[in-house]
């Protein structure tokens, strides 16, 4: 069965600093992953995706990602932290087995930046 | 363009009632998903429907079901409502319906916030 698991409930950095959010996945087949964010009182909002096409996948605000295979790993990085990049993240797979366009989501990790 | 929308987007209910949460999807969209996100978690899929039937369900009691009208619009009926039935429910719509290694991109409208008391 797909999972994800984000490490790290909470990480704070301060603006300017780089955002790094960790997530590890675990798939049978080669997965589709995908980063959603998601603002309070808000849906969420897809950042970015990996379909199996480039492992560095880029997304909106400046947010991107790199696909490593050997580490199962998905980590969505920024280079240079804003106070409106503050929300919610959620790494999350698709479920390649079902019938349906059947998402996974991580836990999540909140997003706090310092001023 | 009008995203998804949800209604109402809070409501309150007691133990034992029933609940009916609405969703329309972008339009021109035919297939809408359900997620039950719970207070600290991650989104847990419910259902999802396409042309009127159901093509997905999750790990969800049968206290839980869903109907999808020739509109494309869908509601989601909760029977029996316990203290853990309090989540945000988001709806999510997609062009197509797809399974396996095809892909088509979700959107999530804002949710409705369930409180039961």
């Known amino acids: 069965a797909q999972s994800v698991t984000q490490l790290g409930s909470h990480v704070s950095v301060s603006e300017g600093a780089l955002v790094l959010l960790r997530c590890n996945y675990s798939s049978s087949v080669p997965p589709y992953l995908f980063w959603y964010v998601q603002y309070p009182n808000q849906g969420l909002q897809l950042l970015l995706k990996?379909?199996?096409?480039?492992?560095l996948v880029k997304g909106i605000n400046g947010f991107e990602a790199e696909f490593k295979k050997s580490e199962t790993s998905f980590h969505l990085t920024k280079p240079s932290a804003h106070m409106s990049d503050a929300a919610e993240y959620f790494c999350a797979v698709r479920d390649p087995y079902s019938s349906a366009s059947k998402i996974i989501f991580g836990s999540g990790t909140r997003l706090s930046i310092r001023p | 363009d009008a995203g998804v929308t949800q209604s109402p987007t809070h409501l309150i209910k007691t133990r034992g009632q029933q609940v009916t949460l609405r969703c329309s999807p972008i339009s021109g969209h035919k297939s809408v998903s359900w997620y039950q996100q719970v207070l600290g978690q991650g989104p847990q899929f419910i259902f999802q429907?396409?042309?009127?039937?159901?093509?997905g369900r999750g790990n969800f009691p049968d206290r839980f079901s869903a109907r999808q009208f020739p509109n494309y619009s869908s509601e989601l009926n909760v029977n029996a409502l316990l203290l853990g039935d309090s989540a945000l429910y988001l709806c999510a719509s997609s062009s197509d319906w797809t399974s396996g290694r095809a892909y088509n991109e979700q959107f999530f409208g804002p949710g409705t916030r369930l409180t039961v008391l």
């Open positions: 429907y396409y042309e009127k039937e159901e093509r």
């Open positions: 990996y379909t199996s096409a480039a492992t």
